[in-house]
C-alpha cells in the first residue's frame, strides 16, 4: 500500500485530497497546526485504520517513520482575511515548510506535488494567464505574502528537483469552492452565500467588474490528482475558464438562495486583481482534464454546505 503524506490536511482542499487518495488505495498521514483548518472536516476519517492525523506545524521539523511514497504540501492559509491576520505564518509555511516537506520527501526517495496558487499571477497584465507569464506581484504589499510565499515554494520545488533530482509537481490552482470551506474565511463565495442565507447585504468590493473563474472542488482534485500521477514538473494552471464579473457572480447567489439582499459596493482592496481566468491548454493536453461541474450544479452543493454551517450557530467557522 501506497503511503501519502499531506500537509494541510484538515482544510478545504487537503481534506477533499485526503478522501480522493484513500479512495485510490492509499494509506494517508494527515498533518495540520489547525489555525486555519478544522477537525470537523475529517471527522468522517476517524475510524479509518488507514487515515492517521497529526496536529502538527511543518514550519517544525518533520519526522515520519516507515515508507512514504508521495509528499503534498497543501498546508497554507488561503485567503486575503488570513493574510491579514496570518502573515508570518503565511510566509514561513511558503518557505520553512516547503524546505521541510522537500526534505522529507528527498530523505524518502519520495515524490513531491507543491501545491501553488494562481496569485503567483498577481494583477495579471497577461489575460488569460499561461503558466509562462511571469506576473504581475507587488512584493510589499498586504497580499505579497501570499504571493510571494508561494512564488519562493515554487522556485525552491524546482531547484530541489532540479539539484536534488526529486521528483516534483506544481499546480497553480485558480478560485476553488465547494463543501468544507470555512464560513468566515473571507473569500467570495462563503462571503456571499453567507450574506444571502442570512439576508444581509452582500458586499462587493468596488464596482463588482473585476472578473473571476470558479471551479468545483471535485473537478480541482481530479486535475489534482492526474497531475500526480504524471512525471511534468513545470507548473500546470487547475481552474475553470469561464469567466465572470463578481457582480454577476452574486446576481447567481441571489437567484439560487431566493435571497432578497442588496448590493452594496466598498472600497477596492489594495492590490485586488482585475482580472483571473485560466488557460488551461496544459492541463487539457498533458492531463485530459478540463471542469465538469457546472456552476448551478456546484453553487447547489455549496449552498447546502453552509446552510448547515449557519445552522450551528455564530460560532461555526
Known sequence: MKTAVVTGAAGFLGSNLTDRLLGEGYRVIGLDNLITGNRVNIEHLRNEPRFEFREQDVTEH????????????????????????????????????????????????????????????????????????????????????????????????????????????IVRIFNTYGPRMRLKDGRVVPAFVGQALRGEPITLFGDGSQTRSFCFVSDLIDGIYRLSQTEYHEPVNIGNPNEMTIRQFAEAIIEMTGAKSPLIEQPLPTDDPKQRKPDITRA??????????????????????????????????
Not at 155 to 166: E, P, Q
Not at 285 to 298: A, H, Q, S
Request: proline letters at 6%; glycine letters at 10%; hydrophobic letters at 40%.
Open 62 to 169: 518533520i519526522a515520519i517513520a516507515g515508507d512514504v511514497n508521495f509528499v503534498f504540501h497543501f498546508a497554507s492559509p488561503a485567503s486575503p482575511i488570513d493574510y491579514l491576520e496570518l502573515p508570518i505564518q503565511t510566509l514561513k509555511v511558503g518557505s520553512l515548510g516547503t524546505h521541510n516537506t522537500l526534505g522529507l520527501a528527498k530523505a524518502k526517495g519520495a515524490g513531491f506535488f507543491l501545491a501553488s496558487t494562481s496569485e503567483c499571477y498577481g494583477d495579471p497584465l497577461v489575460h488569460p494567464q499561461t503558466e509562462d507569464y511571469w506576473g504581475n506581484v507587488n512584493p510589499i504589499g498586504p497580499r505579497g505574502v501570499d504571493d510571494e510565499a508561494k512564488r519562493f515554494a515554487e522556485a525552491m520545488t524546482m531547484a530541489y528537483h532540479r539539484f536534488h533530482k526529486v521528483n516534483t509537481r
Open 284 to 317: 487539457r493536453t498533458l492531463l485530459g482534464w478540463e471542469p465538469k461541474v457546472d456552476l448551478k450544479t456546484g453553487l447547489k452543493q455549496t449552498i447546502e454546505f453552509f446552510k448547515g454551517r449557519i445552522a450551528e450557530g455564530p460560532d461555526a467557522r
